[in-house]
């Protein structure tokens, strides 16, 4: 029999009753915290990312600044592709680009699937190096990665994209390529996560970032959910809560929670209590305050984060969290000061 999880996050993953409300933030770890811009003036992204000492000292700042009940490993999304055979750098001011993106059907042919320890190494081993600085502390990493759909588009588009033309348009004109595409992703962000797992993460986190932006319920159901719902029950393996999370996705959300995950993350354009009924309460919930409330007074902030508690009733299996990453003009004493409100009222 396995026993309970003790750490408030974990327990809330798995709808069990917890002392007070969780609280972590998407991009904790990162561009509002100056102990981060220090670091970022040194190294690269990719620098920061491939240096698991470094990693793990980003992935460290926020823990122990704040009274957060999870820690989630300082990387991105994107660095999987470069094993699989594309070119990624990180733009100042543009974000990131892929110099060598997919085009054909024969693109997609030449991508190569490797193990994650071979690709990923850097970012399983300061996994190991956080979760040894965080087991006394009884905090709990999450790992993560890319879903499907959103890895694709950035392959396709060469980055970031407002109308994903070329992404919707191989989509459409290469159903056997993007079929090959798809799952070559699937397998080798299966991998990835599982070693996450392995190498320490208590929870794992899938980021679908643009498939509810770019596409309607018809070409979600179609071309996404298939893939999506292969990600997530190869994650049954992992041992650990998985949580889905996208954005823009509130006119199909069902269809999102029926993929697969034991916690549906949710963005801010919808009430948590409506998210809650669509994806139901047999899964837990994560979110939802925008985080450009974190720029408001505190009583505004204050308002709009008794607003999402108040929606959740309560109920086992909430997990506070924002409705997407925290921006870089965040206020700091504003992060410290909603996770300590969180935990105060509902303790």
């Not at 850097?122 to 009884?138: H, N, Y």
């Not at 509130?250 to 995950?261: D, K, M, Q, T």
């Not at 801010?268 to 899964?283: N, V």
């Amino acid at each position: 029999m396995i026993a309970e999880p003790t750490a408030p996050f974990l327990r809330a993953c798995r709808r069990l009753p917890t002392d007070y409300t969780p609280v972590w933030f998407m991009r904790q770890a990162g561009r509002y915290m100056p102990e981060y811009m220090a670091l970022k003036e040194k190294y690269t992204m990719l620098e920061r990312i491939n240096t698991p000492t470094l990693a793990a000292e980003i992935t460290m700042q926020p823990i122990n600044a704040f009274n957060l009940d999870a820690a989630i490993i300082f990387s991105d999304i994107l660095p999987p592709l470069i094993g699989m055979g594309l070119d990624l750098e990180f733009v100042g001011g543009v974000g990131p680009r892929l110099n060598k993106s997919i085009h054909s059907a024969q693109d997609v042919a030449d991508l190569v699937t490797p193990p994650a320890a071979e690709i990923m190494g850097p970012t399983l081993e300061a996994i190991k190096l956080v979760t040894a600085e965080l087991a006394p502390r009884g905090i709990p990493l999450i790992g993560f990665s890319g879903a499907p759909f959103t890895l694709a588009s950035y392959a396709i588009e060469g980055g970031g994209s407002k109308n994903y033309l070329k992404a919707k348009s191989f989509m459409y004109n290469e159903p056997a390529a993007w079929d090959q595409l798809m799952n070559k992703l699937v397998a080798v962000q299966a991998d990835y996560l599982l070693e996450q797992a392995r190498a320490g993460a208590a929870a794992l986190q899938v980021f679908d970032s643009w498939a509810g932006h770019a596409l309607s319920k018809l070409d979600y159901v179609r071309y996404v959910r298939p893939y999506n719902t292969q990600l997530f029950q190869k994650l049954e393996k992992a041992g650990v809560p998985v949580i889905n999370f996208s954005t823009g996705t509130s006119s199909y959300l069902a269809e999102v929670a029926a993929c697969g995950g034991d916690v549906i993350g949710i963005d801010w354009q919808m009430p948590l209590d409506w998210a809650w009924q669509q994806i139901g309460h047999d899964k837990a919930i994560q979110g939802n305050l925008d985080p450009v409330a974190l720029l408001a007074p505190w009583p505004e902030l204050k308002a709009r984060a008794d607003d999402v508690l108040n929606r959740a009733a309560g109920r086992s299996g909430h997990i506070f969290n924002l409705g997407h990453g925290l921006f870089p003009s965040v206020p700091v004493d504003n992060v410290r000061r909603v996770i300590d409100y969180v935990h105060e009222r509902t303790s």
